[in-house]
């Protein structure tokens, strides 16, 4: 790309640039541009989601769905409160609990985001050590599990925490069996009768450890971008003044990471939030429900239930929850940026 | 998520790049530390290799183990993929109609939403009109919710489009107005986050020369995001070629299945008869393609990813 020219040239062309942009001022050509999009998302986006929010005032449900069936109820703001309320719809899902949902969700995005993070650091950082041998090698594997669809992770570690014959109890039957005897290792990861570690299912350690392996590889790629563009100057420099290696990492390529860490930390986080496929398919929200995410039990409105009516409230929801995320982090997105 | 070109080109140079000091003789590295170091990567591999070779492992075991647990399979036999291959699941379809239907979806709503997109991305990146704030605010709201959280909408919205026999919502038709919907602001975002940081010069130089808006829209600034369109058509590419949400809710007609239906069909509670050998050989069909065109694309795609959006 030609970018070089735009930062090489002074403003010699401005004139000319101020007379060619006042021509395309002209708002008719735009609005064609956009107008194709525009009729599209119209119709199968903006339209969908206004019709979203008007069903959430109503009981739309199974019996709505047929094209001569009677139009739904009107429920005011019914499933707005029962779903923060909880006791209807638990007659129907026993284990529905909005703000256990809510929280188990924030702290599963949170606590993901900090092993992404910190591991992708601190292999790219082993990797960008000088002299070391494979790097090539080691980096063309280390990308793998970023460019396998999501369906077939979440669906490949869920055999591999398998009760029976899954590899991870079979690891630790090889690794640790001859201490505790091959039968202590028929571990029910992702089982109903699982046992809890502290105030967490075991089910969610098991999604986390899929998780970390399916996410550490990306944020490396990017720390690594953002270390070979530090100076080794002030690498030099700070040998010359005595600095040690930890002072090194902590006072140079810490703050000198930050600012594409940041971002994409904030990226990885809503990405996580929403993160489908590993909660739906590993741990299919057991043990009782509660490694289910907002949008998996979103799905499960709809897809088990057809509470369609419900599921819109919910929807409705989980818009103003992102909505209240997307502010707070770009926020600090802001604040970190500025810092520099 | 705001990126500013700077980072994108660093992140661009990503894994691949070299230091600028390529010519120079590296440090050498104190025998200690590098086996240190060595080990420390043998295990980060061992690590990420593991799942793969499990299954790639599972794959190979014959279809009278129904859980294999062995990662080096005895008897080792291509049963499975042949099996796969004609009748994954218990309908009536093979691989080849479930990976039609999937392609099918993949290819009609990458194309469609890149073709939109970056009409709208032109708009949005090199006009000023009084709406813009607006219609760009509009499109990152969108961008910003699920398309999960879209489903009970876009069901009933679709399911009222019934022609006789034929519904809407139940054919591949729904499901590809369902993804598009989604994808259509993420590829607006996306390609209008690369028209900004194309410089103004040649379009102004076509201008000169006597070109009109359309003209400089096909003839430079299409070709110049060659690069853009192609990620992001891409990315397209793999959310419809392994969709699973739509296709499960929308869909009833085996015919109409897809890959990702019959995954899930060989897991989950419904799949204790599934051989695990089964299972894995279609998971490493339905992957393959996808991994090797993303490795092969690996240094655009990471910008890309970075630059997008939240969409899920």
């Not at chain 1, 020219?5 to 050509?29: H, M, V």
């Not at chain 1, 739309?60 to 779903?83: E, H, Q, W």
């Not at chain 2, 194309?111 to 009409?119: A, Q």
Request: glycine share 6%; with cysteine; charged share 15%.
């Amino acid at each position: 790309m030609a970018t070089k020219n735009l930062e090489a040239r002074p403003s010699s062309t401005s004139i000319k640039r101020a007379g060619f942009w006042q021509r395309s001022r002209d708002s008719r050509s735009a609005y064609l541009y956009l107008l194709p999009a525009g009729i599209v998302m119209g119709i199968i986006t903006i339209y969908p989601l206004c019709y979203q929010v008007w069903m959430s005032f109503t009981d739309y449900g199974l019996k709505n769905l047929r094209k001569d069936s009677a139009p739904p109820n009107y429920v005011g703001l019914n499933n707005y409160t029962d779903i923060l309320d909880g006791d209807k719809l638990r007659a129907i899902i026993p284990t529905f609990d909005f703000f256990r949902i809510l929280f188990f969700n924030l702290w599963w995005a949170a606590s993901n985001v900090v092993f992404h993070v910190s591991i992708g650091i601190l292999i790219a950082v082993l990797l960008n050590t000088e002299g070391l041998w494979f790097k090539k090698l080691y980096r063309a594997i280390y990308i793998l599990p970023v460019v396998i669809p999501a369906i077939i992770i979440a669906t490949v570690w869920k055999n591999i925490f398998d009760t029976q014959s899954g590899p991870a109890n079979g690891l630790l039957r090889f690794l640790f069996g001859f201490m505790f005897g091959p039968a202590s290792f028929n571990i029910p990861w992702l089982e109903q009768n699982q046992p809890d570690i502290g105030p967490l299912p075991l089910a969610y350690f098991a999604l986390l450890i899929a998780n970390i392996w399916l996410g550490w590889p990306l944020n490396s790629v990017v720390a690594t971008g953002a270390l070979q563009s530090i100076p080794k100057d002030m690498y030099e420099a700070a040998t010359v003044d005595g600095a040690t290696g930890p002072q090194k990492f902590f006072g140079i390529t810490l703050p000198m990471l930050r600012p594409a860490m940041i971002p994409f930390a904030v990226f990885g986080f809503i990405g996580t939030f929403n993160l489908f496929h590993l909660s739906y398919f590993m741990s299919e929200g057991k043990p009782f429900g509660r490694t289910e995410l907002l949008v998996t039990q979103a799905y499960k409105l709809v897809n088990g239930n057809q509470l369609y009516g419900y599921a819109a409230a919910f929807s409705v929801y989980m818009f103003f929850i992102l909505l209240v995320i997307s502010l707070i982090t770009n926020r600090i997105t802001k604040a970190t940026a500025s810092a520099d | 998520m705001a990126v500013t070109p700077t980072q994108q080109r660093r992140v661009l140079l990503g894994f691949r790049s070299k230091s600028k000091a390529g010519f120079q003789t590296e440090k050498r590295l104190p025998m200690r530390q590098q086996i240190i170091l060595q080990l420390i990567c043998l295990f980060v591999a061992f690590t990420v290799l593991f799942p793969i070779v499990w299954v790639v492992g599972v794959s190979l075991s014959p279809l009278n183990v129904s859980r294999p647990t062995s990662i080096i399979p005895e008897n080792a036999t291509f049963d499975a993929y042949a099996k796969v291959l004609d009748k994954p699941t218990s309908n009536p379809v093979t691989f080849i109609e479930l990976a039609f239907n999937s392609l099918k979806l993949a290819v009609g709503t990458s194309f469609f939403s890149v073709m939109l997109g970056v009409s709208a991305a032109y708009a949005f990146s090199r006009f000023k009109f009084r709406a813009r704030a607006t219609l760009m605010l509009a499109v990152l709201a969108v961008l910003m919710l699920p398309s999960v959280a879209t489903i009970a909408a876009l069901f009933t919205f679709l399911n009222q489009f019934q022609f006789g026999d034929f519904n809407i919502r139940n054919s591949l038709w729904g499901v590809g107005l369902a993804i598009t919907s989604g994808l259509l602001p993420f590829a607006i975002w996306n390609l209008k986050g690369y028209l900004d940081t194309i410089p103004k010069d040649l379009e102004e130089a076509g201008a000169i020369d006597g070109a009109n808006r359309n003209q400089i829209f096909l003839r430079i600034v299409l070709p110049l995001s060659t690069p853009a369109l192609a990620v992001t058509a891409l990315f397209g590419f793999m959310g419809g070629w392994t969709e699973f949400y739509f296709c499960w809710q929308f869909l009833t007609n085996p015919r109409d299945f897809t890959l990702a239906m019959a995954l899930a069909n060989m897991t989950g509670q419904y799949a204790r008869t599934t051989p695990w050998a089964q299972f894995s050989a279609f998971a490493i069909l339905v992957a393959l393609p996808v991994a090797v065109v993303y490795l092969f694309l690996q240094r655009y795609i990471v910008s890309g990813l970075t630059a997008g959006g939240t969409k899920g």
